[in-house]
């Protein structure tokens, strides 16, 4: 996004779970800047000189992991301060830090145990998959395991760490396979490390974020807002309209949730305000916009790109899946919008933004990068290429605004920025080889699909249940990239085993992996939305929830329904048309029932009507339209009791 203000700053350092926590300053910030852009750069390069794979994600790693040492503390000095009650060293000028030594000796270490099986690929290889490793693989192997860790536990918490121990612990004493077994599987393969979760940070997911950064520093984030207030100017539900758009325009840029609702929130929560909206309401529209960001095509979020590797298929199919819910999402949030303006009384606010036919012609080019994107891959180009070229085009379009020209210095920026963000990503997706490859080597993964069917007592939806609210759980605790990768190992085979096809499985758990941001107690997104507006937290995550209900409920249809894969864009085009049409329905009905301005009956038959359509079978769909019907009925009845004349 752009360069954020140090109200933002903290916000974000508060609230996001992936956040960077040191702000270096002089020589040093030049040198990461450059040894970042320089990794940039040379991803960019593989994508048109392939490497091999093991080594191109040993190479990536090997820059990534020394840069997160350097870029976040350890916070153990602080800990260690609180409990000792002594004060905080007087910070340097500029609020800028510098890396410890014991930083130093982690980011040497980390470099070390990477370059070293690549200075002899070859012999390492053949040592790994011979069983015939030398104690300083051994060594290097576990030094890699513990720095890894170590990195994870300061980019995203502590919990994540615990997990990836505890499935080592299982290996080594439940398991009882020897060190040397356990080593080779995580250091000198494709199953553990290198895996396919690395696969996809040093890859997709550095692609898109460098390509986020070009289309920011070319101006597009503003150009996103100023065109989602020009396009809403005349009602009273316009404001809380405008923000949602901006959030899922911005989206393109940002990728993350709380980054989204925190850059949205500074510029909204004014106009907001001055419309009517209590400041929990207005919580709740930044922080429902803001997790859009990670819903949204054509770059969704992290784990969408996993998803894409796992199935073996293309991105540009994962984004057809997520083309019908997230239309389902935002329908949802707009009709929730408007039975809230009437509710509360909000009214128009003049905003000072150009005309939207003056804005578009001026400016509307930045949409070209997003839709080459999105043309590209249907050509057949990858997914790499197709982000490579588009980021190519948005960096040559940025010198069609002489405000943001992208001269050296921008694009410098731009390269670095691409790295810098992906840093705690790529922490949690070498760390997961650890669950993944313990899982492969011990077989743990059918054991717990196996206990997980036998909880659910083999039926479909009490499992799914189970599943749903096992994500939420766990993404209370982790990221959504973690959240993802976990579950899908654990949770899709049990899935799969009663029937759910594989994509409808992942995408499933990949809703519900996003969900967590906005799921109570923790609830991220809207934590930092009501940090922004002032207003009641619990009250926010409430509005939150509320707003983004047709989320939790759309994804069952999935899983529990043959049509259900009809959401995702599969099936005959009639069906498809047919089901989106009435899922459209059922998310009415949804906004009816917490919308608040019917009395209780009328909801609780809608909420009623909502739940039948949503099975999309055609019993449920009559009897759902059918008890929609009778709400309708009540409503007017009660209606013309209430008002005679």
């Keep these: 996004m752009t360069e954020l203000s140090d109200r933002e700053a903290e916000l974000l350092s508060a609230h996001e779970q992936e956040r960077p926590a040191r702000q270096l300053g002089g020589p040093l910030r030049l040198g990461v800047w450059v040894v970042g852009g320089l990794l940039s750069v040379y991803s960019l390069l593989v994508v048109f000189r392939p490497v091999e794979a093991i080594e191109h994600r040993m190479t990536f790693l090997a820059v990534a992991l020394p840069l997160v040492f350097l870029c976040y503390r350890s916070g153990l000095a602080a800990r260690m301060r609180r409990l000792l009650r002594r004060p905080a060293p007087a910070p340097r000028e500029g609020g800028t830090e510098w890396p410890t030594v014991a930083d130093w000796l982690l980011a040497a270490a980390s470099l070390a145990v990477l370059v070293y099986p690549l200075a002899d690929m070859d012999g390492f290889r053949d040592r790994g ?120 325009l911005l989206g393109t840029v940002s990728g993350s949730g709380v980054a989204t609702t925190v850059s949205l929130g500074s510029v909204a929560w004014p106009v907001l305000r001055r ?25 969704l979020g992290a784990a969408a790109f996993i ?16 083309t019908i819910p997230t239309i389902l999402y935002y329908l949802g949030i707009f009709l929730a ?63 069609l605004d002489p405000k943001h020209r992208m001269g050296p210095k921008r694009i410098g920026q731009a390269l670095a920025r691409g790295t810098l963000e992906v840093l705690p990503v790529t922490a949690v997706c070498a760390a997961a080889g650890i669950i993944v490859g313990a899982i492969t080597l011990t077989g743990l993964g059918q054991d717990l699909a196996d206990i997980i069917i036998g909880i659910g007592a083999g039926n479909l939806v009490l499992t799914t249940v189970m599943a749903a609210l096992a994500v939420l759980l766990l993404g209370l605790a982790v ?16 899935l799969f085993e009663l029937g759910v096809e594989r994509p409808e499985a992942y995408m499933f758990i990949f809703y519900y992996a996003v969900l967590s941001e906005v799921s109570p107690p923790t609830a991220l997104s809207a934590v930092a939305a009501a940090a922004i507006t002032g207003g009641n937290t619990y009250k926010t995550m409430m509005m939150t929830w509320r707003y983004t209900l047709p989320a939790f409920l759309v994804p069952f249809a999935f899983v529990l329904t043959p049509n259900g894969q009809a959401l995702l864009g599969q099936g005959p085009i009639g069906t498809v048309l047919l089901m989106t049409a009435v899922s459209a329905v059922a998310v009415a009905a949804l906004a009816v029932a917490t919308g608040g301005m019917a009395a209780w009956p009328e909801r609780l038959l809608a909420a009623v009507a909502a739940v039948l359509l949503l099975f999309l079978e055609p ?27």
């Excluded at 995580?186 to 199953?191: A, D, I, N, S, V």
């Excluded at 003049?350 to 578009?360: E, K, Y």
């Excluded at 990221?479 to 049990?494: G, H, K, N, R």
Aim: charge should be positive; include cysteine; hydrophobic fraction near 55%.
């Design 337 to 399: 919008i408007e039975i809230d303006s009437r509710r509360f009384g909000t009214h128009t606010v003049d905003v000072d933004a150009p005309r939207i036919g003056r804005l578009l012609l001026r400016f509307g080019y930045h949409f070209s990068s997003l839709i080459l994107i999105v043309v590209l891959m249907a050509l057949d180009r990858s997914a790499f290429q197709s982000v490579v070229i588009a980021t190519a085009a948005a960096f040559l379009l940025s010198f």
């Design 307 to 322: 998803i894409a590797e796992y199935l073996g298929t293309g991105y540009l199919q994962v984004l057809l899946y997520a």
């Design 275 to 299: 419309a009517g909206y209590p400041k929990e309401a207005a919580g709740g529209i930044l922080a429902a916009g803001g997790i859009g960001a990670i819903l949204s095509p054509p770059t």
């Design 129 to 248: 998959s011979g069983a015939a490793m030398t104690d300083l693989d051994i060594l290097a192997g576990v030094a890699l395991t513990v720095l890894l860790l170590e990195a994870v536990r300061r980019t995203v918490g502590a919990i994540f760490s615990v997990i990836c121990v505890l499935f080592l612990l299982y290996t080594y004493y439940i398991a009882a396979l020897p060190i040397d077994w356990i080593v080779s599987q995580l250091y000198t393969g494709t199953e553990g490390f290198f895996g396919v979760p690395m696969q996809v940070a040093a890859s997709y997911i550095i692609l898109f974020t460098i390509y986020g950064a070009v289309l920011d520093h070319s101006g597009a984030s503003a150009f996103f807002i100023d065109l989602s207030f020009a396009a809403f100017r005349r009602s009273r539900a316009a404001p809380g309209r405008t923000v949602t758009t901006a959030g899922f």
């Design 479 to 494: 990221p959504v990239t973690a959240s993802f990768i976990i579950t899908a190992v654990i949770i899709a085979p049990a």
């Design 619 to 645: 019993v449920p769909i009559v009897a759902g339209l059918a008890v929609l019907g009778v709400a309708a009925v009540v409503h007017l009845v009660r209606r013309r009791r209430r008002d005679p004349a």
